[in-house]
């Protein structure tokens, strides 16, 4: 983890989607690698022109899910493919991920790699997923989320312990309530805080 990029303290983020802005707080108080993976990838303009190919508003409202770099325009990855991408290190030419971080409330430290069910945990996380929540997206695997992010339409309680939420939108969640499938992110970037993400040891 010591290689992972962290954010230490907080930072903004404002992505544009439809001409409109989303702030959103990202928080390394309480998820320092999360929040430190996310405001990376902003600040390397991954985001930049991808679409959110998962949105579900029925039976109730869900998740708006983006950041698959498949998905960049351009790209020759079909449509149906979406989703199942991450993050590719220019370095390392392997996909990055980061480890499941969640930080039980009133703890000092975040737990790494377990749900709370797995770690027996019975506290509430400190970020909980109230409508607005930004969180990682990831596979069965908890050490699987990369670059896959959501928003959360609504409040998801039953999501509380099993994925991890980095930051909250401030602003403009009625530019994510209009969000559609195939829309994309036009930009994404770091407005403030910027000078607390620390990358490599």
């Known amino acids: 983890m010591k290689d992972l990029p962290r954010l230490e303290g907080k930072a903004t983020v404002v992505m544009t989607v439809n001409g409109s802005p989303i702030t959103i707080e990202v928080d390394g108080t309480n998820a320092p690698i999360t929040a430190g993976n996310f405001v990376d990838l902003v600040q390397k303009g991954v985001y930049d022109g991808l679409v959110f190919h998962r949105v579900v ?40 991920y980061i480890p499941l ?13 377990k749900t709370f069910e797995q ?60 969000i559609q499938q195939g829309d994309r992110i036009t930009s994404a970037k770091v407005t403030q805080g910027g000078e607390n993400l620390k990358v490599g040891q």
Do not use: C
Request: hydrophobic share 35%.
């Open 57 to 96: 508003r029925d039976p109730q409202p869900f998740v708006v899910q983006g950041g698959d770099p498949q998905s960049k325009e351009g790209s020759n990855v079909p449509a149906s493919r979406w989703g199942t991408g991450g993050y590719i290190d220019a370095v390392s030419k392997k996909e990055r």
């Open 101 to 113: 971080e969640i930080k039980p409330e009133g703890e000092a430290s975040p737990i790494y790699s």
């Open 119 to 178: 770690a027996r945990i019975t506290k509430a996380p400190q970020l909980r997923h109230k409508q607005g929540a930004v969180a990682m997206a990831r596979s069965q695997n908890p050490d699987s989320a990369s670059s896959q992010f959501y928003f959360a339409l609504a409040d998801l309680g039953f999501l509380d312990g099993n994925y991890a939420v980095f930051g909250y939108v401030t602003d403009g969640f009625d530019v994510v309530n209009k």
